[in-house]
């Protein structure tokens, strides 16, 4: 049962133009999201969050935005550059009853051309 | 670099053995988290230790186990492997259970080819 979902597999922007990454979860009990980047061969690395008390934080050129009501996160990357081209991944944390374990969605993966 | 670290960074073994995957956590932290990463498949949840007790639970199968030691590293035993098992299994760390912003610090990974 895949709670957090990111339905695009892939996505490809221009360089300098918005890189527009969306999420969907279906439980009301996340209080916590995340985004994580993923280059081939390593190891997911932190990229942004947003608590669920908030509906935007921002952080250089990336800025998250949640909607609660509709469940749905989205990760905004203005300029794209050609380095942001990886693998992105939405996560959700339940909280402390979860531990805190993340949930995380299938990923996109976002190419940025030149 | 995360400061986690994961050996071995590949392995590759037969249908029915049995597998170690080990994990070092970043310095200070206390928590260790294990997830899958199958072929098409976001990273799968399996199972929470917090100084050396087991925290949270996923979707983690019966012949899966996990434990953390006093020097608080970890290990994923993994038995009577299956075809399906092959897949990327990643260690993460967090300062405590509490996860504080919720960041979790990955490890590159161990990826298991059964054959």
């Known amino acids: 049962d895949q709670q957090v979902k990111q339905n695009s597999p892939s996505l490809s922007v221009q360089e300098g133009r918005i890189s527009i990454l969306n999420c969907d979860y279906t439980n009301s009990m996340f209080d916590y999201f995340l985004w994580y980047k993923k280059y ?16 935007k934080n921002e952080d250089g050129r990336f800025t998250v935005f949640l909607n609660k009501s509709a469940k749905h996160l989205s990760l905004h990357i203005v300029p794209s550059q050609p380095g942001d081209s990886a693998v992105y991944f939405c996560a959700a944390s339940g909280g402390y009853y979860s531990g805190y374990a993340l949930n995380f969605g299938k990923g996109t993966s976002l190419l940025v051309t030149p | 670099d995360s400061g986690v670290t994961q050996t071995p960074k590949h392995l590759i073994t037969a249908t029915g ?8 956590p970043r310095s200070g932290d206390l928590s260790v988290y294990w997830y899958q990463q199958s072929l098409d498949q976001g990273l799968q949840f399996l199972i929470q230790y917090y100084n050396g007790e087991e925290r949270a639970k996923g979707n983690i199968l019966e012949r899966f186990s996990a434990q953390q030691f006093p020097d608080l590293h970890s290990e994923l035993n993994l038995s009577s492997l299956e075809l399906g098992d092959s897949a990327l299994y990643f260690c993460a760390s967090s300062v405590g259970a509490t996860g ?16």
């Open chain 2, 17 to 24: 053995q049995r597998v170690t995957l080990r994990c070092s």
């Open chain 2, 100 to 115: 504080d912003t919720g960041e979790l610090f990955f490890g590159e990974g161990s990826r298991l080819t059964v054959l």
């Open chain 1, 40 to 55: 081939p061969a390593e190891g997911p690395t932190f990229l942004i969050s947003i608590s669920s008390i908030k509906d």
